[in-house]
T-cell receptor, first 113, second 116 residues
Framework: QKEVEQNSGPLSVPEGAIASLNCTYSDRGSQSFFWYRQYSGKSPELIMSIYSNGDKEDGRFTAQLNKASQYVSLLIRDSQPSDSATYLCAVIGLYNQGGKLIFGQGTELSVKP | EAGVTQFPSHSVIEKGQTVTLRCDPISGHDNLYWYRRVMGKEIKFLLHFVKESKQDESGMPNNRFLAERTGGTYSTLKVQPAELEDSGVYFC??????????????FGPGTRLTVL
């Protein structure tokens, strides 16, 4: 079982729709959760972080965390073609004292005009 | 503020040769991480420096990989001798030394290594 799992996609949504990206993790004690966006050939860029159960909103982005279900998601409202990218879920585990990120494989999102 | 920079952006070498990748973190960032993404796989952690000290090198694949961080500034990752399975994109990331569980790691653009 992979430590962090994501659907690889591609996920295709029309412009203006809500894109929903999902991630599950295996380490029940994981404490920090991140969503990175990576455009093709570019570096990963942090867009959201979440540390406690519930929702966290930042502009058009909402991260949702459910530690009991070991599940974290990212919602993108009013999706734009510029949101087309690969979205990486990353987790810091319970016994990780150094902050190393454990990544999922990434979900490719395509927003069609 | 300059971001994380990496050099070279792309390197093509023959199997058995040596390659050295360089990373310059954001000025003042004590934490420096190396990650690697091989084709079709997720980004994987290689090692973590705090200043010039190796904090965690549990992700280094084998002893053909040697990382250094001279004076706690830039870091190099040397692969000697390179093998075909070393091909991939090598990312460097840095963060300040405050709270590693919440600090943003800023990634560089990566070095694409191709071993023929």
């Amino acid at each position: 079982q992979k430590e962090v799992e994501q659907n690889s996609g591609p996920l295709s949504v029309p412009e203006g729709a809500i894109a929903s990206l999902n991630c599950t993790y295996s380490d029940r004690g994981s404490q920090s959760f991140f969503w990175y966006r990576q455009y093709s050939g570019k570096s990963p860029e942090l867009i959201m972080s979440i540390y406690s159960n519930g929702d966290k909103e930042d502009g058009r982005f909402t991260a949702q965390l459910n530690k009991a279900s070991q599940y974290v998601s990212l919602l993108i409202r009013d999706s734009q073609p510029s949101d087309s990218a690969t979205y990486l879920c990353a987790v810091i585990g319970l016994y990780n004292q150094g902050g190393k990120l454990i990544f999922g494989q990434g979900t490719e999102l395509s927003v069609k005009p | 503020e300059a971001g994380v920079t990496q050099f070279p952006s792309h390197s093509v070498i023959e199997k058995g040769q040596t390659v050295t990748l360089r990373c310059d973190p954001i000025s003042g960032h004590d934490n420096l991480y190396w990650y690697r993404r091989v084709m079709g796989k997720e980004i994987k952690f290689l090692l973590h420096f705090v200043k010039e000290s190796k904090q965690d090198e549990s992700g280094m694949p084998n002893n053909r990989f040697l990382a250094e961080r001279t004076g706690g500034t830039y870091s190099t990752l040397k692969v000697q001798p390179a093998e075909l399975e070393d091909s991939g994109v090598y990312f460097c990331a840095s963060s300040p030394w405050t709270r590693v569980f919440t600090d943003t790691q800023y990634f560089g653009p990566g070095t694409r290594l191709t071993v023929l």
